[in-house]
Nanobody, 119 residues
Framework: VQLQASGGGLVQAGGSLRLSCAAS????????MAWYRQAPGQQRELVAI???????HYADSLKGRFTISRDNAQRSVYLQMNSLKPEDTARYFC??????????????WGQGTLVTVSS
C-alpha cells in the first residue's frame, strides 16, 4: 500500500492550492483520512480529518480557509487551501487508515508535498 501526495508548490500570500493524495495497492477498505503538516523546526500538526462517511474535523486555526474532501472511488483525499498565509508554509503529509493484506486497519503516511507561501 502506498499513498502518493501531490499539488504542492510556491504560491503568493492570498492564493490557493489544492493538494491531492491517492492510495494504491491491494486495499480492502479505507477508514479515516487526514492531512498533517510540518513546518521547519516545528512538530507535525493535524490540519484536518475526514471519516469514511464524510464527517470532517479541522484544526481551529484553519477553519474557514481549508477544506478536506475525499473520493472513495478514487481512493483519494484532497485539501483545498484558500487565502494562504506565509505561516502555512510547511510540508504537508496525507494519512490514511487502510485495511489490506488480511490485516486490520493500519496507518499509512504519504511522502509529503511542500507548500511554500511567499509574502
Amino acid at each position: 500500500v502506498q499513498l502518493q501526495a501531490s499539488g504542492g508548490g510556491l504560491v503568493q500570500a492570498g492564493g490557493s492550492l489544492r493538494l491531492s493524495c491517492a492510495a494504491s495497492g491491494s486495499i480492502a477498505s479505507i477508514g479515516n483520512m487526514a492531512w498533517y503538516r510540518q513546518a521547519p523546526g516545528q512538530q507535525r500538526e493535524l490540519v484536518a480529518i475526514i471519516t469514511d462517511n464524510g464527517s470532517t474535523h479541522y484544526a481551529d486555526s484553519l477553519k474557514g480557509r481549508f477544506t478536506i474532501s475525499r473520493d472513495n472511488a478514487q481512493r483519494s483525499v484532497y485539501l483545498q487551501m484558500n487565502s494562504l498565509k506565509p505561516e502555512d508554509t510547511a510540508r504537508y503529509f496525507c494519512l490514511a487508515n487502510i485495511k489490506s493484506g488480511g490485516y486490520d486497519y493500519r496507518t499509512f503516511w504519504g511522502q509529503g508535498t511542500l507548500v511554500t507561501v511567499s509574502s
